[in-house]
């Protein structure tokens, strides 16, 4: 008889990422107790930060939405089963 022991799994936890003000695509966290983003990538043309020039950004509620996996190909980040992303 041979026994074959299952893959241990970890619980997997979810960050919410967002569109910030259309040209930053991050994870949204706190610092502070206020609402932060940390860069994933940015378009530039627009504006947009990269993690070279701010690695972390303090907004408002109303300068961001839920992300999409479109978006993820937008910004050219690979997206991952953790970020928590709205189906459009």
Do not use: C
Request: charged share 25%.
């Amino acid at each position: 008889m041979i026994y074959q022991a299952k893959p241990y799994q970890l619980p997997v936890a979810t960050v919410k990422a967002v569109v910030y003000k259309e040209h930053t695509l991050g994870l949204l966290g706190t610092t502070f107790d206020k609402p932060s983003i940390e860069v994933l990538n940015g378009l530039v043309s627009r504006g947009g930060k990269t993690i070279m020039d701010s690695p972390l950004l303090f907004v408002d509620e109303a300068d961001f939405r839920p992300a999409t996996k479109q978006d993820f190909e937008t910004f050219r980040v690979v997206w991952n089963p953790a970020y928590e992303v709205v189906d459009k």
